[in-house]
């Protein structure tokens, strides 16, 4: 896997010791940086943003968000393996992601930070409910900050919009993402 964008431009990434992860494709985060980057709504200017990786696996969004100036990066992971590379890959690259080991839900339970932009990538194969929760702890816990974006990855399958309202999604072949901006954005729960 290689950095697509920013400073680290074409920087090759090993992919942690854990097979289980899925890392995007190089088209597919070129997309999403495009919106986030671009977009007539622009959110946020990435030099001055702090960015949470929910579900950080290899790395690959904490070290695009780095490559392009964002200098406060949290990742979150439970497994170890995975957390151990982006600490190590980001310390060899001189880079400011802080790593944190936990499960995204506990972890989601307790406030401490708020963020421009919270980027979650749970397993493809999580229940609904589990995205109602993830979802509405970020809301209801205030971690984005006023115009801050939650964009969450998802499967074709998953239907976030039979629970939530978002702003606006796109799909990339088996990769659907939602971007929501505020709580009002959503629809109260109905599942």
């Known amino acids: 896997m290689r950095i697509i964008g920013g400073n680290l ?3 090759k990434i090993l992919n942690p ?3 289980s992860t899925r890392p995007l494709k190089d088209m597919v985060r070129e997309s999403i940086f495009n919106i986030i980057e671009h977009s007539k709504n622009e959110y946020v200017e990435l030099n001055n943003a702090k960015v949470l990786d929910l579900f950080s696996g ?3 969004i904490s070290f695009e968000f780095s490559s392009r100036g964002v200098k406060k990066i949290i990742s979150v992971d439970n497994n170890y393996k995975c957390i151990k590379h982006i600490k ?3 310390d060899s690259l001189n880079l400011n992601i802080k790593t944190i080991r936990n499960e995204v839900i506990l972890y989601l339970k307790n406030p401490n930070q708020k963020f421009n932009i919270i980027f979650a990538d749970p397993p493809y194969d999580w229940k609904l409910d589990y995205y109602r929760i993830m979802i509405n702890l970020i809301f209801d816990n205030e971690w984005l900050l006023p115009e801050g974006i939650l964009i969450v990855e998802h499967s074709k399958k998953t239907k ?8 606006f999604s796109r799909s990339y072949g088996e990769n659907n993402f939602s971007f929501y901006k505020k709580k009002q954005a959503y629809k109260p729960d109905s599942v």
């Open 17 to 19: 010791a854990d097979k």
């Open 58 to 60: 290899t790395g690959i």
């Open 9 to 11: 431009r074409g920087k």
């Open 88 to 90: 190590n890959t980001s």
């Open 160 to 167: 976030l919009e039979a629970i939530f309202q978002s702003y």
